[in-house]
């Protein structure tokens, strides 16, 4: 069964950095893409970044100063890293496979 | 950045009514994917590849498009479909979203 599993902190202070891990099961990470997706409370969808099957990434634009996408393939984990993070960062972050989404995690930044 | 616009932003059907939901593309895209989030739960990939349904999706949904305008049709709404349907883009980067359309019943 494909399983997709979000884990981190749920609060991090302003200015602080973003670290979540996205674990899988029931596929591996060299034959299958992970993105990674945010929805701020109340609005849409906003695409971050992928790591490719093939180990490469590719950031949203407006997010690549802060963020870092990496994996660990022994482990079936892809992490995601986010520096300065501000209240505007306060959002569910999913990591999806496309056609199988994890169950997100809620992340707050706040003091 | 391809910007996708969709419309409406929201609605209301009656059971049994036909539903289309539009998105726009700023530039031409080669397909348009599309996911229903009902409230508190994760999206669901919906249809992708701009027609085809995912797993399990009824088949009163269609999806058809090209270039830049793509549309998402319920031949007969259903209690059941309410919910905020969102497309997506994949041609190119930054991967794109569009703002959503909440769909509610009548």
């Known amino acids: 069964e494909v399983q997709l599993k979000e884990s981190g902190p749920g609060l991090v202070q302003p200015s602080q950095t973003l670290s979540l891990t996205c674990t899988v099961s029931g596929f591996s990470l060299t034959d299958y893409s992970v993105h990674w997706v945010r929805q701020p409370p109340g609005k849409g969808l906003e695409w971050m970044g992928v790591m490719w099957s093939g180990g490469s990434t590719a950031y949203n634009s407006a997010l690549k100063s802060r963020l870092s996408i990496s994996r660990d393939t022994s482990k079936s984990q892809v992490f995601l890293k986010m520096n300065s993070l501000q209240t505007e960062d306060t959002a569910i972050y999913y990591c999806t496979r496309s056609d199988y989404w994890g169950q997100g995690v809620m992340v707050t930044v706040s003091s | 950045e391809i910007v996708l616009t969709q419309s409406p932003t929201t609605m209301a059907a009656s059971p049994g009514e036909k539903v289309t939901i539009t998105c726009r593309a700023s530039?031409?895209?080669?397909?348009m994917h599309w996911f229903q989030q009902k409230s508190g739960t994760s999206p669901k990939p919906w249809i992708y590849d701009t027609s085809k349904l995912a797993s399990g999706v009824p088949d009163r949904f269609s999806g058809s498009g090209s270039g830049t305008s793509y549309s998402l049709t319920i031949s007969s709404m259903e209690a059941e479909d309410a919910a905020t349907y969102y497309c997506?883009?994949?041609?190119?980067?930054?991967?794109?979203f569009g703002s959503g359309t909440k769909l509610e019943i009548k």
């Open positions: 997506l883009q994949r041609s190119s980067y930054p991967f794109t």
């Open positions: 530039s031409s895209v080669s397909y």
